[in-house]
């Protein structure tokens, strides 16, 4: 079972459609959760970071941690065209003396259709 | 102004040859990393320097090697390219080791024919 689980999709949904991105993951000791969002031919770039449990709103997007299930969510409301990426979910853990390694999910490609 | 810079964008190159890609950040952070990404879209950590010590190396090939002249860059050597080194690499950078708020570069687009 790989570490971080995420369905690489196609999503594709209309304008306007409010969007949900999904990840799993196995390993106990990840204390932060993010998303990075990633345009075609272009590097990721982060979207939200959260460490606790529970919602994180920042304009239309929402990020959304449940420990005890081990199940984070990005939602994205009023979807638009330039919303259209591949969104990565990424966990990190400490590997030792302060610092922290990040785990990637394989990424989701959203398409949003206008 | 650009905050994490790679170069080149794109590189293509025969097998066997020895290559490099440089990458520079502005950003004052104090650990950058090497990040693979393979045809399905999947992002792997290769490396990663703090202070320039490396502190991070998964299970990358010992024909990779990273060198950091100073805090401010890290370039990635790749010697005897194979095949299946074909890829896009991302430089990243971050404060603190943290990992949380890497900044990433735009990229390097290998090709080995």
């Known amino acids: 079972q790989k570490e971080v689980e995420q369905d690489p999709g196609p999503l594709s949904v209309p304008e306007g459609a409010i969007v949900s991105l999904n990840c799993t993951y196995s390993?106990?000791?990840?204390?932060?959760f993010m998303w990075y969002r990633q345009y075609s031919r272009k590097g990721p770039e982060l979207l939200m970071y959260?460490?606790?449990?529970g919602n994180k709103e920042d304009g239309r997007f929402t990020a959304q941690v449940d420990k005890s299930s081990k199940y984070i969510s990005l939602f994205i409301r009023d979807s638009q065209p330039s919303d259209s990426a591949t969104y990565l979910c990424?966990?990190?853990?400490?590997?030792?003396?302060?610092?922290?390694?990040?785990?990637f999910g394989k990424g989701t490609k959203l398409s949003v259709i206008p | 102004d650009t905050a994490v810079s790679q170069t080149p964008k794109y590189l293509v190159t025969q097998m066997g040859n020895d290559k490099s890609i440089k990458c520079e950040q502005n950003?004052?952070?104090?650990?950058m990393y090497w990040y693979k990404q393979d045809s399905k879209k999947f992002l792997k950590i290769m490396f990663s320097?703090?202070?320039?010590?490396?502190?991070i190396n998964e299970t990358v090939p010992n024909r990779f090697s990273p060198k950091s002249p100073d805090k401010a860059h890290l370039n990635l050597h790749i010697n005897s390219l194979e095949l299946g080194d074909s890829a896009v690499y991302f430089c990243?950078?971050?404060?603190?080791?943290?990992?949380?708020?890497?900044?990433f570069g735009q990229g390097t687009r290998l090709t080995v024919v």
């Open positions: 950003l004052g952070h104090d650990t």
């Open positions: 959260t460490y606790s449990s």
């Open positions: 990243a950078s971050s404060q603190g080791g943290g990992a949380r708020e890497a900044f």
């Open positions: 390993n106990s000791a990840f204390q932060y």
């Open positions: 320097y703090n202070n320039k010590e490396l502190i």
């Open positions: 990424a966990m990190s853990a400490s590997s030792g003396a302060g610092s922290y390694q990040l785990t």
